[in-house]
């Protein structure tokens, strides 16, 4: 082989092993992308669990606070209610009590 020869044949070699690096670094980079996105996907996923897990904690809360605000209001009007009650029937008390005392002062006289 004339050297001409053996030089294009060395420079093809170099070629075909600078070919098969870059395909062997292409293929390297492609995996670690694919565990890089894998890993990725596996956090959003937990990131999306865990918020619906804190919106579910959240609601709860909300309900719970909405139920207890709810019984203060209604223990509120009730009491306000049986405020006025007594009123209304000590005024009617006190109202049957005088025409009591007039009838038996008219009956008196």
Do not use: C, F, P, W
């Amino acid at each position: 082989m004339s050297s001409t020869q053996e030089k294009y044949v060395h420079s093809l070699k170099q070629i075909k092993e600078a070919e098969e690096k870059a395909q062997s670094e292409i293929e390297n980079r492609k995996k670690a992308i694919a565990e890089e996105i894998k890993k990725l996907q596996d956090d959003a996923e937990k990131a999306i669990e865990s918020a619906k897990l804190q919106a579910e904690k959240l609601v709860e809360t909300s309900i719970d606070q909405a139920g207890r605000k709810a019984a203060q209001e209604t223990e509120k009007i009730i009491e306000e209610a049986s405020t006025k009650a007594k009123n209304i029937t000590a005024d009617i008390n006190s109202q049957l009590a005088q025409q009591i005392i007039d009838i038996l002062l008219k009956g008196a006289q």
